[in-house]
């Protein structure tokens, strides 16, 4: 069984290049990739949105219209496939109703509808591909429809008691509770009501972490969290009944995607043995923000969702102190119309030292990583984050709070300066922010220990594969263990 080739399908409501919110899109475009390259049979299955168009993919039909259990009824779809450019094969749920007409992934008032009815749609395809998977990888509330539906009606038929399951947790926030009428819709009425469920309510994430086989989470120190702070959002004491079950395994970065040696995006690509030469992308950063050009000033940069879970709320005090010094400050983001506000009075008063773009802009952004000198995350929470381990790679230095995925990939300069990536705080406060920002624009100074910083997180390895490796031995558990239970 160690060496066998794996029969995986991977579940998620997004992923790139198809269509992307957030974090899992870019893993589930990753993932499946790395986990192909390791020789397992890997597919990915998503709804088609109206976004992703056939002008830009080619697709297939795949067999005939198919049934899909839906409310007293039933909805046909069809199934459509594709591939990747790195091989993986891609199946759509193409329907006329809750995904297709919509250009959105989420935010609407029928989301507990649409991705219970993604769910059931992932299940019956399965008989239309003339392959059967040993395990389905499901993702976050929205696939978590699958697992629960393999724990109390798949065990008992011949097609699909075989089939393991893992459940990966995103984000743990996002939980997808609905009125238990979400069950009658799905024809899944026979779902046990849990404790951490309120009275009348399906939490979709919960059902997901008590009927997979195994959990995991996108970090090691996400996974600590969850089961003992406030990160747990309500689903901690299910999670440390659990514990046996999770695991956390580290998120990894696209190295063919984001990779400073070849990034068409940038205005000067560079490597470890270059980067003298990134000395250009900071200028050109200077000039598109409308800041003075200057090598001198330390240049910080963020990449953010304006939200208080990415610590926005600690901002203003931090930029308050931060801005009476000689630095600039370059922000991109949208969110929360507060937050626009607030930046765009720190402009408006700082007009050479700050710039916020209120907008969503992958080009800019890859710009930031690569011209800014440190790179700054507050994250309250961050079960992973891709932003600092992408800054890394492009010769930013980050600075973080120590929690989840940022405790796990960054190395704080004073308690090991000869392995250091960046700089870390420990209290989620403005003060212990702003002191951590201080302490990098000392070092900054030294242009020797700047540079090692630099090198030390470019050398860095965030790639797939060693954590495709680790999912390896997870689905291997999760199909022992799902065979032990039969």
Known sequence: MDSARLKILFLAAEAVPFAKVGGLA????????????????????????????SDRFHFDKVGKSFPVPTGPNEERVHLVRTETEGGVPVYLVWDEKFFSPRERVYGFD?????????????ISALPLLGWMPDVIHANDWHTAVVPTWLAYEGRY??????????????????????????????QMEYVRHLEVEPPGQVNWMAQGIVNADLISTVSPQYARDILETEAGAGLAPLLRARRDRLTGVLNG???????????????????????????????????????????????????????????????????????????????????????????EGFQARFPDKMRAFLRYDDTLARRIYAGCDLFLMPSRFEPCGLGQMIAMRYGAVPVVHRTG?????????????????????VSFTPEACLEALERALGVFRDREAWVGLQTQGM????????????????????????????
Not at 110 to 122: H, L, V
Not at 163 to 186: E, K, V
């Open 405 to 425: 995925g940022l405790a796990d990939t960054v190395t704080d300069y004073h308690d090991l300066p000869d392995r250091a990536t960046g700089f870390v705080f």
């Open 459 to 486: 050398k860095a390895d965030f790639s797939w594969k060693a954590s495709a490796r680790k999912y390896v031995e997870l689905y291997r558990r999760a199909i022992e263990l799902h065979a032990c239970a039969q």
């Open 157 to 186: 038929l011949r097609e699909y008691h075989h089939l393991a399951s893992l459940f990966t947790i995103h984000n743990l926030a996002y939980q997808g509770i609905s009125g238990r009428l979400i069950l009658t819709f799905a």
């Open 253 to 343: 970065i696209d190295y063919e995607l984001w990779n400073p040696a070849t990034d068409p995006r940038i205005p000067q690509r560079f490597d470890l043995s270059s980067l003298n030469m990134r000395a250009v992308n900071k200028a050109a950063l200077q000039q598109e923000a409308r800041l003075p050009v200057r090598p001198d000033v330390p240049l910080v940069g963020m990449v953010s969702r304006l939200d208080p879970v990415k610590g926005i709320d600690i901002l203003e005090p931090v930029l308050e102190r931060l801005l009476a010094r000689d630095v600039q400050f370059i922000l991109l983001g949208t969110g929360q119309p507060e937050y626009h506000e607030m930046l």
């Open 26 to 53: 870019d893993v589930a475009g990753a993932l499946p990739k790395a986990l192909h390259a390791l020789g397992h049979d890997v597919r990915l299955m998503i709804p088609r949105y109206g976004s992703i168009r």
């Open 110 to 122: 029928d989301d507990p509808q649409r991705f219970a009815f993604f769910g059931r749609a992932a």
